[in-house]
């Protein structure tokens, strides 16, 4: 199977590609920055057949080049799994932010999965093939986290997504999913925190105790084999009567109930 995970040069997405080569899985990992980019490839490249396409999510030339290239490289593509990391002013309040950053978030969290998806499924079409469209989210979606609103807002609109592609294209073999995640311990997520943590004049670890540790019965972060077993099912046959579903995968981090 070949696969595409965005912003997988570290953290989430990274991780995701190193579970899914595991998995036997062939990968292709973007970044806009070269040289992340090919330190983990260097890193990747021990667990399977990896390639890597330079990738900018805010750029509609570079959305367009990674489905280009990344169909080259992989002989087809049979998925996608969409990452994004935070808008440049998060963690920020609502008063704090900007119109421009109001029309990042809008970029990064719902234009570029949206026209990587009318790419994919365009393709797929064209090309008479199935494919399968996972978008990472957050649970925060669901319980906002104040410091986080702009991408919350923003990424609300990835279920909305996963349920139109699956009930537009699903008779055609192409399914998406929407997977809402609780807390992983990645570099993204410690900047935040200790951001939070200085704004409130507080140690790191008190925070992380409190806004992390503290919100599973677990106390503790989710694991990578956990999230990549989840995204393997998802992109298995398996879980094909799923299609359209959103799935959380946060420890019970979330106290409310969908009925």
């Known amino acids: 199977m070949g696969v595409i995970v965005t ?18 899985a062939r990968v292709v990992i973007s970044s806009r920055s070269e040289e992340n980019l090919k330190k983990a490839l260097e890193e990747l490249s021990g667990y399977g057949e990896v390639y890597s396409v330079r ?28 990452n994004a990391g935070n808008v440049r002013c998060e963690p920020c309040l609502l008063h704090e932010a900007g119109y421009i950053d109001w029309i990042e978030a809008s970029a990064l969290h719902t234009v570029a999965p949206g026209y990587l998806t009318t790419l994919l499924v365009q393709t797929w079409l064209e090309r008479k093939k199935k494919g399968t469209l996972i978008y990472l989210n957050s649970v925060s979606i669901k319980e906002p986290m104040p410091p986080l609103a702009l991408a919350d807002v923003t990424r609300a609109g990835l279920v909305q997504l996963a349920r139109s592609v699956s009930r537009t294209y699903g008779k055609r073999g192409i399914r998406a999913y929407s997977v809402l995640l609780g807390s992983f ?20 670890e008190e925070t992380w105790e409190r806004e992390v540790l503290g919100r599973t019965p677990l106390h503790r972060t989710g694991r990578w084999s956990e999230l990549g077993s989840l995204v393997a099912f998802l992109l298995s046959e398996e879980a094909e009567y799923m299609l359209g579903s959103t799935v959380v995968i946060d420890g019970a981090m979330t106290r409310g109930i969908d009925i």
Do not use: M
């Open 185 to 204: 311990d990645t570099p993204g997520a410690r900047e935040n925190l200790k951001a939070v943590a200085e704004a409130r004049g507080e140690p790191f």
């Open 7 to 24: 912003a997988s040069s570290r953290g989430i997405g990274f991780n995701v590609a190193k579970e899914l080569l595991k998995r036997n």
């Open 55 to 82: 990738t900018n999510l805010f750029d509609q030339r570079d959305l367009e080049n990674l489905v280009k290239e990344g169909w080259e490289l992989l002989g087809g593509i049979d998925a996608l799994v969409w």
